[in-house]
């Protein structure tokens, strides 16, 4: 009895001492899923707070991302706030922060719509479309100072991390997932999550890598084959795409695009914590906060089952040393020398200028700058940033990999509404070599406005670039039958045509992101074609003013907003000096009053401030300010009409560059309006205009059709809108009712989609 008593116990420590002495290994597995993803968050912290150890991970796409920062040292409450912090919405949507916008880079916006590039080939010209949504320059630098000094420290090697770490890729010309075990962690992570057509795909050793999910959206099996774990736990927020239907072509591509998973853990005796997040879209990462609380719920409803699995437990005081003795390792993220693959020479040259480094190291704050400065120039398609650690000068090697192909730009866009319909279509040329070149066309048409452009542009590249633009611009408007008013009862509109030529020459600075200033010469004529008095029939001719004009400008831009048209966030600033001299010449028309022609010089000076900014107050409520004024001591035309059409003009919205507004039009005035605006959805506002202007003297018409001022400061004007406006991939949509203090019709219904934008007109 003795012996069999003492044979059973030898025999259960034998069975339980691999436990007792080495414990039972855990792996944990994070799916994909978007802005769904951000409850593994949650799921991470519920288990670190209950001591459940963490010994391997793995992740596909967003699962990815918060398992490599897990696995590079990062705590789950570090994670999580970075997860709510405001930057991270701008991470998630590509939107580059406000001190990086590098406006002067935005200086020639056009109304396109549209756009894809002819590519020069082997095989000769080749459309190349654009492969993703968003824009994932500010993802690619945030993921390297997350993330490299980890993979430093890690040697690179993923099994070397705080805690072992696994991702999947998809390569799709192969048809098979990859799985990632070493190299840079930003760049896995940034292949992992390369979703089709939303984010641009990421080459690791020449394999073009895609979002993992498309073939293996929960990797639990990596844990068990490469790490041997005793006890998977899966957190789960994604679903395989529903069985698709003839009409829904949006299931049939996620269809297409994501292949089916196996979800099920049972199978290797795992854990599953699913967290239902219905209401959540895949790019709802506003919703942070309350999806990693889902997460950490979910997670505690499953810790009790967990422990009676698992024999050990991991102290708090215990993880935080480990995670303190990795975090150790980790090198200072700076720089000292800078490689670019797939560049000429050239090309190498001009990024390594726009740096402006001329010795020593640098850090990450001159990186950032840089980099984006270098993204904004529309000659530079891609430049993906790596850092790899080089001991011998103990700081990192900054590693770029550009692709700045010869590339034709060809443009679409334009503007459809209930009044006018404006098309638009450019091209752009783009050479990036010791400088950047480009070179510019557009064209566009339609019965209120008519223009042909070409333009010539180059930057010098340094830490404070220098620029230089040559443009050549013909201008037609058609005031008389360029503006219908259906709804309503038709109006005769007076007899205005505007056409002008002008060449300008323009050179430049910035001196940071934000802001430029530019000094602009402007030569050229405009015409004015006009009649003084009603009664005109069509064998009439009209009178016309032509305005020889040169124009010495010093201008200075502040821009932050977020949108051309309808914007709810940032500011700008314009403010512009201007001294012009021109020769006037009138010759009659046909029709009475004036019936004799003349000839006069002028000179004068313009002083032109613009304000506009949109403020904060919550997260559905945005309060736009708005501030414009004109001094200048302009004279008087031959007449009262000439006089109006080239006196400055107070135009606050898109739809009102497209009237004849001469009640808000003077030599001098001031301006202010409030643009409250109220977010229903991300993309998609109401908003209100209400806008004073006040001339210093308006310009009345007397008996002999002379214009003459008014008192100073009276009989302000107002105008305003409401509208709704979504806005689309593509442009904005917008419903509106807009106010103009004029003759005949004041209101003015529109619907509108796309945008309404002007080339350079003489004396701007």
């Known amino acids: 009895m003795r012996l069999l008593i003492t044979t059973l116990l030898l025999s259960t420590i034998i069975l339980v001492s691999p436990c007792i002495l080495t414990g039972q290994s855990v792996g944990v597995v994070l799916s994909g899923g978007g802005a769904k993803g951000l409850a593994h968050i949650g799921v991470l912290k519920a288990l670190e707070e209950e001591g459940i150890p963490i010994d391997y991970i793995s992740g596909t796409s967003m699962g990815a991302i918060v398992g490599a920062m897990y696995a590079a040292g990062y705590s789950p409450e570090e994670i999580e706030r970075l997860a709510k912090s405001p930057d991270f919405q701008d991470w998630a949507t590509g939107r580059i922060p406000d001190e990086y916008q590098f406006n002067y880079k935005r200086r020639d916006e056009s109304a396109s719509l549209f756009s894809f590039n002819i590519a020069r080939e082997e095989t000769g010209p080749v459309p190349r479309l654009p492969t993703n949504i968003v824009s994932t320059h500010l993802m690619d630098l945030v993921l390297l100072e997350l993330l490299a000094p980890a993979s430093a420290a890690a040697n690179y090697n993923f ?31 940034r292949a992992s999550s390369a979703f089709p057509f939303v984010f641009s795909p990421v080459t690791i050793n020449n394999t073009l890598l895609f979002d993992g999910g498309i073939y293996n959206n929960f990797p639990y099996e990596i844990l068990i084959e490469d790490f041997e774990a005793d006890l998977v736990i899966g957190s789960k927020t994604a679903a395989n795409p529903p069985k698709p239907t003839e009409e829904n072509i949006v299931l049939q591509i996620e269809n297409m695009i994501a292949g089916q998973t196996d979800y099920d853990l049972s199978k290797v005796n795992g854990i599953l914590i699913e967290t239902e997040l219905d209401e959540v879209g895949v790019l709802d990462f506003h919703l942070a906060r309350s999806v990693i609380q ?35 390792k980790m090198s200072e993220l700076k720089f000292n020398d800078i490689y670019v693959q797939g560049a000429t020479e050239d090309q190498e040259e001009f990024i390594q200028h726009s740096f402006g480094i001329r010795e020593g190291f640098f850090d990450f704050d001159l990186l950032e700058r840089s980099y984006f400065k270098l993204v904004a120039d529309d000659n530079i398609s891609s430049l993906f940033p790596e850092a790899y650690f080089n001991e011998e000068s103990n700081a990192y090697d900054l590693h770029l990999r550009l692709r700045a192909d010869r590339e034709l730009e060809l443009q679409l866009g334009g503007n459809i509404s209930s009044e006018f319909n404006q098309g638009y279509a450019g091209a752009n040329y783009r050479v990036l070599g010791r400088n950047s070149y480009n070179l510019k066309g557009n064209v566009y048409f339609g019965r209120l406005y008519t223009s042909a452009m070409v333009k010539g542009q180059v930057e010098l590249p340094r830490e404070t670039p220098l620029f230089a633009d040559v443009s050549l611009n013909f201008n037609r408007w058609d005031y008389f039958t360029g503006s219908p008013d259906p709804f309503f009862e038709d109006i005769m509109h007076p007899y205005l045509m505007h056409y002008d030529g002008n060449l300008r020459v323009s050179i430049g600075t910035a001196f940071s992101a934000n802001n430029f200033a530019e000094l602009i010469y402007s030569l050229g004529r405009t015409s004015y074609h006009y009649y003084q008095v009603q009664g005109y029939t069509q064998a009439d001719t009209a009178d016309v003013t032509d305005l020889d004009l040169n124009s010495l400008s010093l201008s200075y831009e502040m821009n932050t907003l977020d949108r051309k048209h309808f914007p709810s966030s940032g500011s700008n600033f314009r403010l512009k000096a201007q001294f012009a001299a021109g020769n006037e010449s009138f010759q ?18 313009k002083l032109h401030a613009k304000y506009k900014n949109y403020r904060n107050i919550s997260s559905n409520f945005r309060l736009g300010l708005y501030g414009e004024g004109v001094i200048s001591n302009m004279p008087f035309f031959g007449n009262y009409t000439s006089t109006i059409f080239h006196a400055p003009v107070f135009q606050p919205t898109p739809h009102s560059r497209t009237l004849f507004l001469e009640n808000y039009r003077a030599h001098s005035f001031v301006s202010a309006g409030m643009i409250p605006v109220f977010r229903i959805r991300d993309s998609f506002h109401f908003r209100l205009g209400a806008y004073i202007f006040q001339p210093y003297k308006h310009i009345h018409e007397d008996e002999n059709y002379k214009p003459v001022y008014s008192e100073s400061f009276t009989n302000p004007r107002f105008t305003g809108n409401a509208a709704l406006v979504y806005h689309t991939p593509l442009g904005p949509a917008s419903l509106s009712v807009n106010y103009y203090k004029r003759d005949g019709k004041q209101f003015c219904f529109l619907f509108s989609f796309g945008y309404i934008m002007f080339n350079d007109k003489t004396g701007e």
Do not use: M, W
């Open 159 to 189: 099994d070397s991390l705080f805690v072992p770490f696994r991702c999947v890729a998809a390569d799709v010309y192969n048809n098979k997932p990859v799985i990632l075990k070493e190299g840079q962690l930003s760049t896995a992570v």
């Open 294 to 328: 889902n997460g950490y719920r979910a997670a505690l409803k499953h810790v009790d089952y967990i422990k009676e699995r698992i024999y050990r437990n991991v102290s708090e005081e215990r993880l935080e040393e480990r995670r303190k003795d990795f975090n150790n």
């Open 588 to 605: 009659h028309g046909s029709v009475p009053p004036t019936r004799q022609n003349y000839k006069d010089n002028h000179y004068y000076l």
